[in-house]
């Protein structure tokens, strides 16, 4: 067993350890303190020894060009940093631009041309494309290189898209629209078809002062007329315009399509307290021992306005439904639904998923019927 330490060798050691202990914790920190330093320093070496990507501008408007024109503009990226840049083309942004890059790799204080090529289009009023170019800078992996501008369209349509006004039963529905070049002197009256059967389709020149609002030389009103007998309810379709071919300016006939949409009303709309989403009225949640009416409006939307009920079929059996002329002079198509709960209807749920039902029968040639679904609720007494 190791002889232990004499006590009074401690009582001499200890003042040493008093004095030296400050001047041991400073060399440490100061040991510290020169790593640090030196870490320091190699990371700013390595930083100054990275490529740095660096682009006078990102972006190119050139202005306003003539529709299918091809453009060009070169982007010049520098090196500021202390090694090589590395640089590669990755994908572009459409078919109609692509880029050519001079030099791949870039050393320092030197600087690679990016050189893009695009060609506008013949029916848009402004162009906007772009090249990616990836590099070896960890600041800036990507740059997206940006060109725009205005262009002359060839071709085009004045609106562009279409909303009809919500129209009644057996009216029909007519839209005009503007097609026009800013590019060609004479255009020739195109042949406009429309994707509705029935639909009627005319071409009118216009004056200057409507061409002038669209900065165009030349173009016409397509008007159209759909047919009057649509069904109720949304509709869709397509205005398809086809002017002669430009032989001076394209090659190939261009095709200009106007979208549109719109809404017949309905012959028979109901309105009223409970009416939610189309098809679903709320009668609410009552309890037995009252009877309770429930008053809807019916408008007839018909060149006949009369509506008899000539049957009514209900989902709780129990429900009740009479129609009688609102009364409003001059107003003969609008008429009061009463749908009646009774005193003594039994407890029931119809509501959330499982709703009830009512058809009411009428006697008109074109509104044969009247079906709605029914959120209703007899609750047990309190």
Same mark, same amino acid.
């Given at each position: 067993?190791?002889?232990?330490?004499?006590?009074?060798?401690?009582?001499?050691?200890?003042?040493?350890?008093?004095?030296?202990?400050?001047?041991?914790?400073?060399?440490?920190?100061?040991?510290?303190?020169?790593?640090?330093?030196?870490?320091?320093?190699?990371?700013?070496?390595?930083?100054?020894?990275?490529?740095?990507?660096?682009?006078?501008?990102?972006?190119?408007?050139?202005?306003?060009?003539?529709?299918?024109?091809?453009?060009?503009?070169?982007?010049?990226?520098?090196?500021?940093?202390?090694?090589?840049?590395?640089?590669?083309?990755?994908?572009?942004?459409?078919?109609?631009?692509?880029?050519?890059?001079?030099?791949?790799?870039?050393?320092?204080?030197?600087?690679?041309?990016?050189?893009?090529?695009?060609?506008?289009?013949?029916?848009?009023?402004?162009?906007?494309?772009?090249?990616?170019?990836?590099?070896?800078?960890?600041?800036?992996?990507?740059?997206?290189?940006?060109?725009?501008? %205005? $262009?002359?369209?060839?071709?085009?349509? =004045? &609106?562009?898209?279409?909303?009809?006004?919500?129209?009644? *039963? /057996? @009216? !029909?529905?007519?839209?005009?629209?503007?097609?026009?070049?800013?590019?060609?002197?004479?255009?020739?009256?195109?042949?406009?078809?429309?994707?509705?059967?029935?639909?009627?389709?005319?071409?009118?020149?216009?004056?200057?002062?409507?061409?002038?609002?669209?900065?165009?030389?030349?173009?016409?009103?397509?008007?159209?007329?759909?047919?009057?007998?649509?069904?109720?309810?949304?509709?869709?379709?397509?205005?398809?315009?086809?002017?002669?071919?430009?032989?001076?300016?394209?090659?190939?006939?261009?095709?200009?399509?106007?979208?549109?949409?719109?809404?017949?009303?309905?012959?028979? %709309? $109901?309105?009223?307290?409970?009416?939610? =989403? &189309?098809?679903?009225?709320?009668?609410?949640?009552?309890? *037995? /021992? @009252? !009877?309770?009416?429930?008053?809807?409006?019916?408008?007839?939307?018909?060149?006949?306005?009369?509506?008899?009920?000539?049957?009514?079929?209900?989902?709780?059996?129990?429900?009740?439904?009479?129609?009688?002329?609102?009364?409003?002079?001059?107003?003969?198509?609008?008429?009061?639904?009463?749908?009646?709960?009774?005193?003594?209807?039994?407890?029931?749920?119809?509501?959330?998923?499982?709703?009830?039902?009512?058809?009411?029968?009428?006697?008109?040639?074109?509104?044969?019927?009247?079906?709605?679904?029914?959120?209703?609720?007899?609750?047990?007494?309190?």
């Amino acid at each position: 067993m190791p002889n232990p330490i004499p006590r009074h060798t401690l009582w001499y050691a200890l003042p040493l350890l008093v004095v030296a202990g400050p001047f041991l914790a400073w060399g440490a920190s100061n040991f510290l303190i020169q790593r640090e330093d030196l870490q320091r320093q190699r990371n700013l070496e390595r930083v100054r020894a990275m490529p740095d990507a660096v682009v006078e501008a990102a972006e190119h408007d050139f202005g306003v060009m003539d529709a299918l024109a091809e453009g060009t503009h070169t982007f010049v990226i520098r090196n500021q940093g202390g090694g090589p840049l590395e640089l590669t083309l990755a994908e572009a942004s459409a078919a109609t631009i692509r880029g050519e890059i001079d030099v791949p790799r870039v050393l320092p204080g030197q600087a690679a041309h990016l050189r893009v090529t695009w060609t506008t289009g013949a029916r848009e009023s402004t162009y906007r494309g772009g090249v990616l170019l990836e590099t070896n800078d960890t600041s800036h992996r990507e740059i997206r290189l940006t060109v725009h501008g %205005a $262009v002359r369209v060839l071709i085009g349509a =004045e &609106p562009q898209r279409l909303a009809i006004p919500p129209v009644e *039963p /057996g @009216q !029909a529905a007519t839209f005009s629209t503007l097609v026009y070049s800013q590019a060609c002197d004479h255009l020739t009256p195109p042949r406009a078809t429309c994707s509705i059967a029935g639909a009627a389709c005319t071409v009118e020149p216009v004056s200057g002062g409507v061409l002038s609002s669209v900065q165009a030389k030349s173009g016409y009103q397509v008007s159209v007329t759909l047919p009057a007998d649509l069904p109720s309810g949304p509709y869709t379709g397509v205005v398809r315009i086809e002017p002669a071919a430009m032989a001076s300016l394209a090659e190939e006939p261009l095709v200009v399509e106007v979208p549109f949409s719109g809404r017949v009303l309905r012959r028979l %709309a $109901v309105y009223g307290t409970g009416v939610e =989403e &189309p098809g679903i009225v709320d009668l609410g949640i009552h309890r *037995p /021992g @009252q !009877a309770y009416q429930h008053r809807l409006l019916l408008k007839v939307r018909d060149e006949d306005p009369r509506l008899n009920l000539v049957r009514a079929e209900f989902t709780p059996a129990f429900l009740q439904a009479s129609l009688v002329p609102a009364g409003v002079e001059g107003r003969e198509h609008l008429y009061h639904l009463e749908i009646t709960i009774p005193a003594d209807a039994p407890q029931c749920i119809y509501r959330g998923v499982a709703l009830g039902e009512m058809k009411l029968r009428f006697d008109h040639p074109r509104i044969p019927e009247l079906a709605l679904r029914l959120a209703v609720a007899v609750m047990p007494p309190r």
